[in-house]
């Protein structure tokens, strides 16, 4: 970044008010977004911040879409993230992905810094392996003779399959023995190799995959009904690891496929001497909870605000939920969390339960949930936003942006064609 933009753009303040400019882009709030659009140069040295330094609160935490698309929006120049590439790695790769982004909109200055890194950067292998993964294959087939000039001085072998093995570059990632795919077996099949006491653990993790895959998030679109792998439940005891310390992987996001159907079960489960059967059954419990523990729930979030417990709050507002209108009084804390939270990607989960139990009033928040930094945020408000001309515009925006994740591409062209034919 040159000196100019220094002097006369001041450095962000590390703690900022999460009700500023500042705050709001630092949490990946739509509302950030949206000022930040009606004072660009105001806001300019706050996204490139964002870009520089992580301020992010998990690693699971999206921030680089949405600093791409405020890069692109306010018109600022990429030549400071260019130059951000030649950081320590971790910035190098915040840079990179935001690169990656503005690219693929169209910015020929973004693809070819990363292109001039490759050739010449301290990190070129995995900015490499990074855009091997963002770009479309003929935007980097020509670093073939790079790759092969440059891999030589790299003291270790690089462990990503892409691109290496399409340039024919040894990798040090062991060959993969992929096992024939299990989801072409039906239900019935697949219980039937998961009560087997002869099959082996792997084929069970691939039984047990496949059976997750066949539940959509919407039970609407979920290709068989819940019910029908309720078979499952009696399994579950004998289904932990050789050792007998761990449930098998997949096992948990199994049983919570099947919601309310394994709480009579985890009730014995929960009573069990194998620690992982009795941690399993106590949070199937605690994910139903009776009528008798809404006060406890909403004492618990006020004690998590009251500590600004950033990390964990998602879950209790999530059981909060399931009570709906009778648990109007955790709304004031869900509206905090909302507003409050660093850790962006809980933020969905704050919104639902809000909606759940009072859902009056929530017009304006769908709303700048368009412009939010998480993609499940975004989802809930191309569903749920009024279909006024600004939001369907915005909306018709995520629809075409090439930037955007083909999820949210796909919502916001069902959402519009819907409101086409009302």
Known sequence: MNDEYEISHPRPHPDPDPDSTEGLLQRGRGLGAVRALQDPRGSAAFVYDGIRRDGRWDGTDSRSLYLARLVRDLGLSPTPVVDMLTGDEEACLRACRVLELLALAGSD????????????????????????????????????????????????????????????????????????????????????????????????????????????????????????????????????????????????QAVDHLGALAVPAARDWARDDRPWLARLGADVLAEHPGPDALPGLVDELAAQWTERSWCGPDRTARRLARFGPTAADAVPYLRRFWLHTPHSYERTAYLKAWAAID??????????????????????GIAAAPGTPETLGRIAVLRDDPMETPGVRAAARARLTTSSDD
């Open 109 to 252: 200055e973004a693809g070819e810094g990363i292109r001039a890194y490759v050739r010449e950067g301290v990190h070129w292998v995995r900015v490499l392996e990074s855009v091997a993964i963002g770009w479309p294959q003929e935007w980097w087939a020509d670093l073939r003779d790079v790759a092969h000039a440059r891999i030589g001085a790299e003291t270790e072998l690089p462990d990503a399959a892409e691109p290496w093995t399409r340039f024919g570059i040894e990798t040090g990632s062991r060959p993969f023995d992929r096992r024939p795919s299990l989801a072409g077996l039906g239900t019935a099949d697949l219980l039937a190799l998961l009560a087997d006491d002869r099959t082996e653990n792997g084929t069970k993790i691939d039984a047990l995959r496949a059976l997750n895959g066949r539940e959509a998030r919407d039970p609407r679109e979920a290709r068989e009904p819940r019910e029908t792998h309720e078979g499952l439940i009696p399994l579950v005891p004998s289904l932990g690891t050789s050792d007998g310390h761990r449930p098998l992987p997949l096992l948990r």
């Open 359 to 380: 859902g009056d009033g929530l017009d304006h928040v769908y709303t700048e949930s368009l412009w939010d930094c998480e993609e499940k945020t975004r989802l809930l």
